[in-house]
């Protein structure tokens, strides 16, 4: 983003927010689960218990807004931290497959699409998350590695 009048602006972009609540939720020792369903309310406002089905059917809602993805995952769009969270979330919700058909179906990203490519890094991340291959405490550092700017 360009300075205005010379003044710099340092303002953290919405993927660093994304990487800086997984830093936080990660340092409570969170279970992966639990640790994604936090993620989903905090960057996606999907509620926990069964509301959270209802609020992913709708798309989660924008929490914050803005950009700092990298260019294959930026659709343009400033709710990728939105669709981030709550692709991360679907497979505790709805399992593997049916999370992936469901994405597919609903969202209709082509997997060559910022979104699709945006989808599967979330895939990614959760599953990894949930295999015990990725800990928690280190999701955050995952997404400025992966998906952020």
């Given at each position: 983003?360009?300075?205005?009048?010379?003044?710099?602006?340092?303002?953290?972009?919405?993927?660093?927010?994304?990487?800086?609540?997984?830093?936080?939720?990660?340092?409570?020792?969170?279970?992966?689960?639990?640790?994604?369903?936090?993620?989903?309310?905090?960057?996606?406002?999907?509620?926990?218990?069964l509301?959270?089905?209802?609020?992913?059917?709708?798309?989660?809602?924008?929490?914050?807004?803005?950009?700092?993805?990298?260019?294959?995952?930026?659709?343009?769009?400033?709710?990728?931290?939105?669709?981030?969270?709550?692709?991360a979330?679907?497979?505790v919700?709805?399992?593997?497959?049916?999370?992936s058909?469901?994405?597919?179906?609903?969202?209709?990203?082509?997997?060559?699409?910022?979104?699709?490519?945006?989808?599967?890094?979330?895939?990614?991340?959760s599953?990894?998350l949930?295999?015990?291959?990725?800990?928690?405490?280190?999701?955050g550092?995952?997404i400025?590695?992966?998906?952020?700017?």
């Amino acid at each position: 983003m360009p300075e205005a009048y010379g003044v710099q602006n340092d303002a953290p972009s919405a993927a660093e927010h994304l990487a800086r609540i997984a830093d936080r939720l990660g340092a409570r020792g969170l279970p992966p689960r639990r640790f994604l369903r936090a993620l989903a309310w905090n960057c996606a406002g999907i509620r926990p218990g069964l509301v959270g089905y209802l609020d992913l059917a709708r798309g989660g809602r924008n929490r914050f807004l803005g950009h700092g993805f990298r260019a294959r995952f930026d659709d343009g769009t400033d709710g990728q931290v939105r669709h981030f969270a709550g692709v991360a979330v679907s497979p505790v919700l709805l399992g593997d497959p049916l999370a992936s058909l469901a994405h597919r179906w609903a969202l209709r990203d082509a997997p060559d699409t910022p979104d699709g490519r945006l989808s599967e890094q979330a895939f990614r991340f959760s599953k990894q998350l949930r295999a015990g291959s990725l800990a928690p405490h280190l999701a955050g550092a995952w997404i400025r590695e992966h998906v952020a700017e």
